[in-house]
């Protein structure tokens, strides 16, 4: 029996390093991402310009935004939300040329935004580096509805478009960055298993 | 083939129910008294006459009903097709495809006549006349792949090619077996099968890609895959598995004979021409148990074959609920005898 | 593999050393339409021996009345080259197989650098048809020896407008690669066909300065060297064949009756790898194909390039 698993659909998240060959470096962290910045930013730094963009997480209260600022001395750019990351990025991308690398450090919903929005001008996303911090709270699309619900921490869950319970599967779509979400009792209606909370 | 359209439904009062005729020519799967997934892939450059292998694509006497139900899930959902940006030159190679093959292949039914590009097309069986630039989106009345695979049967993806690997931008699917294009859009030969069990670990997805990188224009192949499905269902969605799950558990040892079906997709792939895409054709065929039990053959076979399925795949397809009762079913008619390779009937 | 009965209506001298050929199909009906990048594999009969050499479709994909091949006359070359050049005429039958795209445009791609060096334009010529109708973001460098070996240079110059730079190497103009990859916004693919060693920095070039690999891309047919004569086992069958000094393994197993399946027959695709059951010598790989951890494990063989030092070597054929 294999140990663990692995969704052959959804990229592996790894560690940010820098990449050794580049002509500009531009990070993109929100919330917990803020220590996979922290510890990026330990390593020996590339001589490239660094950009970095950078939100705390506003629904709890630990901050990076301050420490990140002391440690890192240039190219910071600390933003008051993830909208705001997001709009300065889309703002600043079309200044970005080919040799720039790309890394985000986040919640699973902030990394796909981002590759959601470097797409717009080719970036693909197997070309970016990710690490996926703090929470393990996963996008579901609702496939009977097509809503996609963010900080999905059960199974089972209950669409907020259809109000259908449903079953995450683990199939996931880099396009619509969520989870395939199936009604799980369509069989025997009302036949629903108590949710558990497994993506904490 | 007679070629008498039936008038029948794949939904509600289920009229649908084949000819002895299409019987006869049923794919029926299995070679041997046990199945586990292969590389099954073969040329698709002509079959025996009569057999659903004649043609690139089979028309046969579902057709028409076939279009009807397409239509009415379009109508409710027209996700169903879905077509990414960079795949025009595609959704052409796909029309070019489609109505080439079928007016050769059927002539009486379906007309298509050419002047550069000015093309008139006629069909039939649907009371079609149209005539379009070839090349000009305006000239039709809705996106060109959306419009030819309204009048053929079975579900059609088209895969981009690129980074050696293939991709599915373009897709018209309404008669699948549980797995939805508007979530699988844009992923990869690996990324859609990966909820498939065993067969990445028997290495089958890497041959099978590398083979359909290299597949040819003019050079199509094929396989077939099979599940099955509780009445006549054309449609058996994710997206509707509210409305088809509850038959799962409507199996009864009166009624397993009439409501669950073999389900046969005839998988075929096209390397496009102009796109350097890749169309892939799942062409599905529905017959009852007590269908398929005509032939003592197949009651024998399926019998076996049900019996030694690997519990993953019996899992995988959604069979769990009811192939005991299948199994059971078939069991007085399995006598032991040894049936050499093979899936014909008799 | 399908194969489409030709016969040449035009022949050319468009250099000194290339010339340029002009197919339509024997029954005279039109040719399979194609994609920007295709080529063709043409068998020629060359006193007896069947050779089969890759060239680039160069036409317009939209007019497929006719395909269009360019032909470098290579000096040390096997045969393949000197034939189209000497031998055939307007009215030679040839054979050729179906299209095949090795070196497609990446539809994803925003903006697309073309870099040919000499005879390494041809494929690109029928891209460029591509990307004009698609109304892609293009530029083309096309970079040569000397100003009467720029082949179709007129040609390029009406397609591409102002899209295309000439470099021409005796008049000291060279094309500058990092200065190029440098100031491409994001998005952009570059793909390249040439002298190896052009091919080579390319990619080099491209790596360092942060490119990822699937940005880049390139067409790079070897055509199979000479070298020492071998025998290879064909392990199903049991036949021995020998391959002498100036034949390719493929074209030695294909005149023994074998059917070994190919594509670009150029160490390109992959289509033709054999698992090498035993060889009691050293594999000589000259393909692009296998990675060099599979090269020096020496499990697999591309046989339409590379060939074996050695008394004996046995394929699963
Ligand atoms: C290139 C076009 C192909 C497409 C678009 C395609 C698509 C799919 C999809 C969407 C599924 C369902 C996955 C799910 O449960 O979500 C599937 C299942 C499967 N595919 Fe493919 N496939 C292709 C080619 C192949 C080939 C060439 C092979 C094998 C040699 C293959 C083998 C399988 C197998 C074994 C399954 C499981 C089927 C079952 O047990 O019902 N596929 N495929
Ligand atoms: S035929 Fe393409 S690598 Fe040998």
Redesign the interface.
């Known amino acids: 029996m294999e140990r663990g698993y692995w ?3 959804k990229p592996l998240y790894d560690s940010l390093v820098w ?1 050794q ?3 500009g470096h531009v990070v993109i962290a929100q919330g917990e991402g803020g220590i996979a910045v922290l510890k990026l930013f330990q390593q020996m730094c590339p001589r490239e310009p660094i950009t970095l963009l950078f939100a705390d997480d506003a629904s709890t209260s630990k901050n990076y935004a301050d420490i990140i600022h002391t440690l890192v001395p240039e190219g910071v750019q600390i933003c008051d939300s993830e909208q705001a990351v997001l709009d300065k990025l889309q703002a600043q ?2 200044n ?6 790309f890394y985000v450090a986040g919640s699973e919903a902030f990394i796909w935004d981002v590759l959601a929005e ?1 797409k717009v ?4 996303d ?2 970016v580096e990710k690490e996926l911090s703090g929470t393990l709270a996963r996008s579901v ?1 609702c ?2 509805c ?1 809503t996609t619900d963010r900080d999905v921490h059960h199974s089972i869950h209950q669409c907020s478009g259809c109000g ?1 319970h449903l079953f995450v ?8 960055g969520a989870y ?1 979400g ?2 799980v009792d ?4 009302g036949n629903i298993p108590a949710k558990e909370e497994i993506y904490p | 083939m007679n070629m008498a359209f039936k008038q029948e439904t794949f939904r509600d009062d289920y009229t649908y129910h084949n000819s002895a005729e299409a019987i006869r020519r049923f794919p029926f799967p299995f070679a041997e008294d046990e199945y586990m997934y292969s590389v099954n892939i073969e040329q698709h450059n002509g079959g025996e006459p009569g057999s659903v292998f004649e043609h690139a694509i089979d028309v046969d006497e579902h057709y028409v009903a076939e279009c009807e139900d397409r239509r009415i899930v379009l109508e409710d959902d027209p996700n169903r097709y879905i077509a990414l940006p960079h795949m025009m030159d595609a959704q052409w190679d796909m029309v070019e495809l489609v109505m080439e093959s079928l007016s050769r292949d059927y002539p009486d039914l379906f007309q298509l006549t050419r002047d550069g590009d000015n093309w008139h097309w006629i069909n039939q069986p649907l009371g079609i006349d149209q005539k379009f630039v070839f090349g000009d989106e305006a000239t039709l009345p809705m996106q060109p792949c959306e419009y030819i695979t309204r009048q053929v049967q079975g579900d059609w993806i088209i895969l981009d090619q690129r980074d050696d690997d293939l991709f599915a931008d373009l897709g018209m699917v309404t008669s699948q077996a549980d797995w939805s294009m508007a979530f699988d859009a844009g992923m990869s030969f690996k990324e859609w099968h990966g909820p498939v069990p065993q067969a990445n670990e028997l290495g089958i997805f890497d041959r099978a890609l590398k083979y359909l990188l290299h597949l040819q224009y003019g050079s199509p192949v094929r396989r077939l895959n099979w599940t099955m499905t509780i009445n006549p269902r054309l449609d058996t969605s994710p997206e509707n598995y509210p409305f088809w799950g509850p038959d799962n558990v409507s199996v009864t040892p009166d009624n397993v004979g009439d409501k669950v079906h073999l389900r046969v997709e005839l998988q075929a792939l096209f390397r496009l021409p102009r796109s350097n895409a890749i169309a892939f054709s799942v062409r599905g065929y529905l017959a009852s148990i007590n269908d398929l039990t005509t032939y003592p053959r197949w009651a024998k076979r399926l019998h076996r074959v049900l019996t030694n399925l690997h519990p993953d795949l019996s899992e995988y397809k959604g069979l769990d609920n009811y192939r005991q009762m299948v199994i059971d079913h078939l069991a007085p008619m399995d006598d032991g005898e040894e049936l050499a390779l093979g899936t014909q009937p008799e | 593999m399908s194969i489409l009965d030709v016969k040449v209506a035009d022949v050319e001298q468009v250099t000194e050393v290339v010339k340029h050929f002009t197919l339509v199909q024997e029954n005279g009906e039109p040719l399979p339409h194609f994609s920007g990048g295709s080529h063709v594999v043409v068998s020629m009969n060359i006193n007896g021996r069947i050779h089969r050499n890759p060239y680039s479709l160069m036409g317009s994909t939209a007019n497929t009345d006719s395909y269009h091949i360019s032909v470098r006359k290579q000096e040390n070359s096997r045969g393949g080259s000197k034939f189209m050049h000497e031998q055939v005429k307007p009215g030679t039958r040839l054979q050729i197989t179906y299209p095949v795209n090795l070196f497609a445009i990446s539809k994803l791609g925003h903006r697309h650098i073309l870099i040919a060096g000499g005879i390494g334009i041809t494929p690109f010529m029928s891209q460029i048809a591509d990307l004009n109708r698609l109304g892609y973001d293009y530029e083309l460098h096309y970079a040569y020896r000397s100003p009467e070996h720029g082949a179709f240079r007129e040609q390029l110059e009406e397609m591409c407008g102002k899209r295309v730079h000439f470099y021409i190497d005796s008049k000291g103009e060279r094309l500058d690669i990092p200065a190029l990859l440098k100031q491409q916004p994001l998005g952009t693919h570059v793909y390249t066909c040439g002298p190896e060693p052009m091919v080579k920095a390319l990619h080099l070039h491209a790596e360092n300065l942060g490119w990822p690999e699937n940005h880049v891309h390139s067409e790079e047919f070897t055509a199979p060297p000479v070298g020492d004569e071998f025998t290879v086992e064909l392990a199903q069958s049991g036949i021995e064949v020998t391959v002498p000094g100036d034949m390719s393994m493929l074209e030695a197993m294909e005149e023994a009756g074998a059917e070994p399946p190919f594509l670009c027959r150029g160490g390109a695709c992959g289509r033709c790898e054999l698992e090498v059951v035993s060889c009691d010598g050293l594999i000589m790989h000259n393909d692009h194909y296998l990675s060099d951890h599979e090269k020096a494990e020496g499990r697999s063989i591309m046989p339409c390039v590379s060939r074996a030092k050695c008394s004996k070597l046995v394929v699963n054929l």
């Open positions: 969704i052959r659909s990449k060959k580049a002509t991308l079309p970005y040329l080919m040799g720039t690398q470097l001008y080719g970036v693909q197997i070309n699309y496939v009977h097509k259908r599967r683990d199939h996931f779509s880099r396009r619509l395939m199936v009604m369509a069989e025997e209606p």
